[in-house]
Structure formats: structure tokens, C-alpha cells
């Protein structure tokens, strides 16, 4: 559905959704109309595109009466108004429980209204076991015993010339009946019931196993492993991955471990010492989802970290909103001054990309360019 008071610009969006394929498209002309459409129809739409200002009742209200409502559909908000307020309405829908795709400036940019559909999924298609009651521990012990923990691969480029710098592994689960499940549903389940050392170990066998396909394949590529505070909590882990790399053959130098920025809560002391250590045996140490945390210079102070990956959060949209810009400039330029890699991930547009050519990050990583892949499509997509 799109609500747009003025005629034209309305014609504009429904065009250009025909164009990016959706199929059945709802018009209204302010909030009153949509919301009696909303009202008469026995499905809520997919999604709402809408406008902030318009005369009669604005998009501010009508979005308290969707929140009122319980709405389902996923909202996109197309505004001329400066992106800060628009940044603000979008939290603002967000805290009244409503699913926001993001928001879209005017006059409407193609590319950034198909980047945001495709964030789109269908409430019944989200995962096959939507509905369903979560995993115990007790499956995901014999699925990570019985190799149902899959790392997928997605790449990290080279901002300059678009040339593959490594990949990032991500955990799946390869569910004999639910299909593939999204590691939101496991990592903290493995992290409370003390199997995230088994299935780290999982990802960290697949990842060098895979560094040596590459290596075979005469690429340089560096693989990422992702850390969950509670695993570098174990005293002997730093020692546990060199000696697991010293087992594939592998230069401690091409495995780069992520380490998330939300240190806070911590046992930082066993933390601390098994990144130092990892660090002193060569690896490479990032820190993730950069600016999300709460004591980021203090930490990046006190941390010998080899790569900073700044958060999706202000990745996305970056060309549209100048608090995004600002925070990914002040981290890329952070990152410079202080020798470490600067990495984007969450890179879905060709405008994002554009401001980070501009600022001069060194790797990025997004659906622009891949999805996480299993070993075998990483390896046809590279081209190995
Ligand atoms: P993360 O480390 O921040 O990983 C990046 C996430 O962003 C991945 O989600 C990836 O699929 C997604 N992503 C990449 N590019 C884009 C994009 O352009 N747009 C959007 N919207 N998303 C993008 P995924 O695979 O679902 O993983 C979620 C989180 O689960 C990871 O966040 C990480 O914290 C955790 N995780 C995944 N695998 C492991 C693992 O083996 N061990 C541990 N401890 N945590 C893991
Ligand atoms: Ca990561
Ligand atoms: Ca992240």
C-alpha cells in the first residue's frame, strides 16, 4: 500500500514498485483513507510505503494507529524531510512494535526502495519453523555432534578494486526437518547452556578446512571466525585455536577472530588475556558491530584489535542520512589513525558503497555483493 497525498509522486512510487515486481498495489491519499482500507481488507498488505507530511491526519499519526492496531505489515517511510527526523519517526514506529524496512527520501531513488523491499520476509515464510517451539539443548548438542553446524562463507572486498580480501564464516544449521536455521535461533542457546565451546570448535575446524581449499587454489585469502565473549571467558582458549591452526598447517596470520564490541558484561580479565594472546601468536583480532557498544574508545584503547567493523546500523543508509555518514567517517578515520583494518559490513547499496569509497574504508561486505554461501557456492562464486 502507499500513502502519498500528492498524485504524481504517488503514480511515481506505484510505478516504480511494479518495476521492482510487487504485484498488487493499494493507493490511499492520507492516513483516514488507508486506514479504512486497512480496516475493509482481510489481509494486512505486506508492506506500507508512507508519507510523513501530508495534510489530514499525518504519517506520524497514522503510524500510532497501526502500532495501536497491532499491524503487521512492514512499514517504509518515503519523506523530502530531513533524514534525522525521518531516523527519529522510524525508532518512534519501531517502539510501538512496528516492523520498519527503513526509509526512502524523495524524490524516490530505485535503488534504495529495492534494497529495502528485499528486506522484506513474509511472517509465514521467515523460517520454516515460525510457530514452532524453539530448539533444546539437547537437539543442538546432537546436531553439533551429528555436523548439522555448517559454516557459511561471505566475502569481504577490497573497496579499491572490488578483489576478494577473505570471507566471513557464519554458523547454519542444516535441520533435518526445519531447513536452513539462522544462527539468531542457536548462538544464544549455545551461549547459555555451555555448548558455544563445541560449536565454536565446529566453525573454527570448517573455517581452516576451508583456508586450505583456498590456499590449494593459490588465493591469499584470509577467513573470519566469529567469537562469543563467553568462549574467550575459558582461560586456555587462545592456546586451544594455535593449536588447531598448527594442526591445518595454517599461518596464524590469515585467520582474523571477531569479537563483538558489547564487552561491558564481560569477565574481562580471562577476555583480555586471550586476545592479547591470540594477538601475540599473529592472529588477527576484529572488533565487531563497532559503535553499538558502550565504552567503545576505552575498550579500542585497551585491546590490541587489528580490524574495526563498523555496524551495519550505520552502514546502511549512510548516504542519506548525515548522523550515519558522520559516525562511519569518525570510525573509518578512528581506524586509520590507529592502523587497523576498517571493514563495512551490511552493505546492500551502490550509494552506501559510494560513501565509503569516499572515506576511504579499506574491505567491505554485503548482499550487494554475496550472501553467506556454503562452502561449495563460495567456492564457484569466487571462481576457484
Ligand atoms: P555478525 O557477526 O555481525 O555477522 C553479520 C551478519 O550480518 C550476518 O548475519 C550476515 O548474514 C548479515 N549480513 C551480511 N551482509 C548483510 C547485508 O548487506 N544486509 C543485512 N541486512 N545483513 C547482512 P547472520 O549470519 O544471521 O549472523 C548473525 C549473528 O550471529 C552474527 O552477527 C554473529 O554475531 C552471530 N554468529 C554467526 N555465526 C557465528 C559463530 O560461528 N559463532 C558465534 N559466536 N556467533 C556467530
Ligand atoms: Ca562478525
Ligand atoms: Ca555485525
Keep these: 500500500m502507499v500513502i502519498e497525498d500528492q498524485a504524481v509522486q504517488r503514480q511515481v512510487a506505484v510505478n516504480m514498485l511494479r518495476s521492482l515486481g510487487v504485484a498488487t498495489i493499494d493507493e490511499a491519499d492520507d492516513g483516514y483513507q488507508a486506514l479504512d482500507a486497512l480496516r475493509a481488507a482481510p489481509d494486512a498488505p505486506d508492506v506500507i510505503v508512507c508519507d510523513l507530511r501530508m495534510p489530514g491526519m499525518d504519517g506520524i499519526e497514522f503510524i500510532r494507529h497501526l ?149 590449494r587454489a593459490g588465493q591469499d585469502w584470509v577467513v573470519s571466525v566469529n567469537l562469543s565473549l563467553p568462549y574467550l571467558e575459558y582461560n586456555g582458549a587462545a592456546d586451544r585455536i594455535a593449536g588447531l591452526a598448527e594442526r591445518y598447517g595454517i599461518d596464524p596470520q590469515s585467520v582474523v577472530l571477531e569479537v563483538t564490541e558489547s564487552l561491558a558484561s564481560a569477565n574481562l580479565a580471562p577476555v583480555l588475556g586471550n586476545v592479547a594472546r591470540l594477538r601475540m601468536k599473529g592472529f588477527g583480532v576484529a572488533i565487531d558491530d563497532y559503535g553499538t557498544g558502550y565504552s567503545s574508545l576505552k575498550q579500542l584503547a585497551s585491546f590490541p584489535f587489528t580490524e574495526l567493523k563498523v555496524d551495519q546500523s550505520f552502514v546502511q543508509g549512510a548516504a542519506i542520512n548525515r548522523q550515519r555518514e558522520a559516525i562511519l567517517a569518525s570510525s573509518v578515520e578512528l581506524a586509520r589513525r590507529l592502523q587497523m583494518i576498517s571493514v563495512a559490513e551490511g552493505v546492500e547499496t551502490q550509494s552506501d558503497l559510494s560513501v565509503l569509497e569516499t572515506l576511504g574504508c579499506d574491505l567491505v561486505q554485503g548482499f550487494l555483493f554475496a550472501r553467506p554461501m556454503a562452502a561449495g557456492d563460495f567456492a564457484a562464486w569466487a571462481e576457484i
Excluded at 499491524?71 to 531516523?87: C, G, M, Q
Design 67 to 215: 502500532g495501536e492496531a497491532r499491524s503487521a505489515s512492514s512499514l517504509i517511510l518515503a519523506s523530502a524531510l530531513d533524514p534525522t527526523l525521518v531516523s527519529s519517526v522510524e525508532a518512534m514506529a519501531r517502539a510501538q512494535g512496528l516492523s520498519v524496512l527503513g526509509s526512502v527520501g524523495k524524490p524516490l531513488s530505485r535503488d534504495r526502495l529495492g534494497a529495502l523491499l528485499a528486506r522484506f520476509e513474509r511472517p509465514d515464510l521467515l523460517s520454516p519453523n515460525s510457530g514452532q517451539p524453539g530448539a533444546s539443548a539437547n537437539e543442538l548438542e546432537e546436531a553439533i555432534a551429528d555436523g548439522q553446524i555448517v559454516a557459511y562463507f561471505q566475502p569481504k572486498l577490497h573497496v579499491t578494486d572490488g578483489a576478494i580480501a577473505g570471507a566471513e564464516a557464519l554458523a547454519r544449521w542444516h535441520h533435518p526437518r526445519r531447513g536452513v536455521v539462522s544462527p539468531g535461533e542457536f548462538i544464544p542457546l549455545a551461549e547459555q547452556c555451555g555448548l558455544i565451546d563445541a560449536l565454536t570448535w565446529v566453525m573454527l575446524e570448517q573455517s581452516m578446512e576451508e583456508l586450505n581449499t583456498w590456499r
